[in-house]
Protein backbone atom coordinates (compact mmCIF):
# COMPACT_ATOMS: atom_id res chain seq x y z
CA UNK A 1 0.00 0.00 0.00
CA UNK A 2 2.81 2.28 0.63
CA UNK A 3 4.55 3.77 -2.41
CA UNK A 4 8.12 2.64 -2.04
CA UNK A 5 8.83 4.49 -5.66
CA UNK A 6 8.79 7.86 -3.59
CA UNK A 7 11.19 7.66 -0.98
CA UNK A 8 11.56 3.61 0.26
CA UNK A 9 10.41 2.20 3.14
CA UNK A 10 9.46 4.66 5.83
CA UNK A 11 11.58 3.97 8.97
CA UNK A 12 9.15 5.35 11.73
CA UNK A 13 5.04 5.19 12.09
CA UNK A 14 3.51 7.47 10.11
CA UNK A 15 3.09 10.59 11.88
CA UNK A 16 0.71 13.38 10.03
CA UNK A 17 -1.50 12.27 7.15
CA UNK A 18 -1.94 15.30 4.96
CA UNK A 19 -5.00 16.41 3.68
CA UNK A 20 -6.05 18.11 0.33
CA UNK A 21 -6.73 21.56 1.52
CA UNK A 22 -2.87 21.78 3.06
CA UNK A 23 -1.33 20.95 -0.52
CA UNK A 24 -3.80 23.22 -2.50
CA UNK A 25 -2.70 26.27 0.14
CA UNK A 26 1.02 25.17 -0.56
CA UNK A 27 0.39 24.97 -4.09
CA UNK A 28 -2.07 27.71 -4.54
CA UNK A 29 -0.19 31.21 -3.35
CA UNK A 30 -3.90 32.99 -4.04
CA UNK A 31 -5.45 30.49 -1.33
CA UNK A 32 -6.40 31.53 2.07
CA UNK A 33 -4.28 29.29 3.96
CA UNK A 34 -1.13 29.70 1.82
CA UNK A 35 1.32 31.19 4.32
CA UNK A 36 -0.09 28.98 7.30
CA UNK A 37 0.31 25.76 4.91
CA UNK A 38 3.94 26.70 3.91
CA UNK A 39 4.87 27.62 7.59
CA UNK A 40 3.48 24.39 8.68
CA UNK A 41 4.90 22.38 5.70
CA UNK A 42 8.23 23.72 6.38
CA UNK A 43 7.70 23.38 10.35
CA UNK A 44 7.35 19.62 9.46
CA UNK A 45 10.44 19.28 7.70
CA UNK A 46 12.56 20.83 9.82
CA UNK A 47 11.03 18.23 12.99
CA UNK A 48 11.55 15.48 10.75
CA UNK A 49 7.88 14.18 10.98
CA UNK A 50 7.12 11.27 9.29
CA UNK A 51 4.25 12.78 6.55
CA UNK A 52 2.01 10.70 4.25
CA UNK A 53 -0.77 11.29 2.26
CA UNK A 54 -3.50 8.95 0.27
CA UNK A 55 -3.86 8.17 -3.61
CA UNK A 56 -7.26 9.59 -3.39
CA UNK A 57 -5.87 13.46 -1.90
CA UNK A 58 -3.47 13.50 -4.41
CA UNK A 59 -5.93 12.75 -7.19
CA UNK A 60 -8.24 15.41 -5.41
CA UNK A 61 -5.26 17.98 -4.86
CA UNK A 62 -4.12 18.00 -8.62
CA UNK A 63 -7.82 18.22 -9.71
CA UNK A 64 -8.85 21.52 -7.03
CA UNK A 65 -4.95 22.87 -8.49
CA UNK A 66 -6.05 22.01 -11.91
CA UNK A 67 -9.10 23.99 -11.98
CA UNK A 68 -7.98 27.11 -9.67
CA UNK A 69 -4.34 27.50 -11.26
CA UNK A 70 -4.06 25.64 -14.38
CA UNK A 71 -2.86 22.73 -15.29
CA UNK A 72 0.83 23.57 -15.55
CA UNK A 73 0.82 23.99 -11.58
CA UNK A 74 -0.99 20.74 -11.32
CA UNK A 75 1.19 19.32 -13.33
CA UNK A 76 4.23 20.89 -11.40
CA UNK A 77 2.48 19.25 -8.10
CA UNK A 78 2.62 16.04 -9.92
CA UNK A 79 6.17 16.11 -10.33
CA UNK A 80 6.93 17.28 -6.93
CA UNK A 81 5.14 14.35 -4.98
CA UNK A 82 6.74 12.08 -7.42
CA UNK A 83 10.04 13.10 -6.35
CA UNK A 84 9.11 13.29 -2.91
CA UNK A 85 9.75 11.15 0.17
CA UNK A 86 6.36 11.12 0.66
CA UNK A 87 4.87 7.87 1.43
CA UNK A 88 1.35 7.65 -0.53
CA UNK A 89 -1.05 4.97 1.04
CA UNK A 90 -3.06 3.73 -2.31
CA UNK A 91 -6.52 3.24 -1.28
CA UNK A 92 -7.11 -0.49 -2.26
CA UNK A 93 -10.78 -1.64 -2.87
CA UNK A 94 -10.92 -2.82 1.24
CA UNK A 95 -10.21 0.94 2.63
CA UNK A 96 -12.49 2.44 -0.17
CA UNK A 97 -15.46 0.47 0.86
CA UNK A 98 -14.57 0.97 4.56
CA UNK A 99 -14.77 5.10 3.36
CA UNK A 100 -17.88 4.02 1.70
CA UNK A 101 -19.19 3.10 4.34
CA UNK A 102 -18.25 5.90 6.44
CA UNK A 103 -19.33 8.21 3.78
CA UNK A 104 -22.91 6.55 3.81
CA UNK A 105 -23.41 7.12 7.84
CA UNK A 106 -22.61 10.84 7.39
CA UNK A 107 -25.74 13.27 7.38
CA UNK A 108 -24.13 16.45 6.70
CA UNK A 109 -24.11 18.03 3.50
CA UNK A 110 -20.89 18.40 1.14
CA UNK A 111 -19.31 15.17 2.84
CA UNK A 112 -16.22 13.76 1.04
CA UNK A 113 -15.48 10.75 0.24
CA UNK A 114 -11.99 11.80 0.01
CA UNK A 115 -12.16 13.06 3.75
CA UNK A 116 -14.02 9.82 4.86
CA UNK A 117 -10.96 7.63 3.14
CA UNK A 118 -8.62 9.92 5.21
CA UNK A 119 -10.36 8.90 8.56
CA UNK A 120 -10.46 5.22 7.29
CA UNK A 121 -6.76 5.12 6.63
CA UNK A 122 -5.83 7.27 10.01
CA UNK A 123 -7.96 4.79 11.79
CA UNK A 124 -5.95 1.61 9.92
CA UNK A 125 -2.65 3.06 10.23
CA UNK A 126 -3.12 4.72 13.60
CA UNK A 127 -1.75 8.28 12.28
CA UNK A 128 -2.62 10.58 15.03
CA UNK A 129 -2.81 13.78 13.39
CA UNK A 130 -3.90 15.14 9.77
CA UNK A 131 -2.71 18.52 8.28
CA UNK A 132 -5.81 20.28 7.36
CA UNK A 133 -7.82 23.03 7.19
CA UNK A 134 -10.92 21.47 7.56
CA UNK A 135 -12.70 21.63 11.04
CA UNK A 136 -14.57 18.33 9.90
CA UNK A 137 -12.04 15.88 11.22
CA UNK A 138 -12.05 17.69 14.32
CA UNK A 139 -16.41 18.31 14.84
CA UNK A 140 -17.36 15.13 13.11
CA UNK A 141 -15.05 12.38 13.49
CA UNK A 142 -12.85 13.61 16.66
CA UNK A 143 -9.85 13.40 14.91
CA UNK A 144 -6.75 15.65 16.01
CA UNK A 145 -5.52 18.50 13.80
CA UNK A 146 -2.14 19.85 13.46
CA UNK A 147 -1.71 23.50 15.29
Known amino acids: ??????????????????????FVGRFFPK???HQKALSLFQKQEKMGIALTTTSMVIAESAT??????????ATKFLEII??????????DTKLQQEAYRVFKAQSKRGTS???C????VMQR???PKI???DKAYEKQFGLQMLR
Open 113 to 115: VTD
Open 31 to 33: DGH
Open 82 to 91: ERSKLAVIHI
Open 117 to 120: ANVV
Open 1 to 22: MVNKELGGEVNKPFQLLVDSDA
Open 64 to 73: VLSHRTGQDV
Open 131 to 133: FSF
Open 125 to 127: FQI
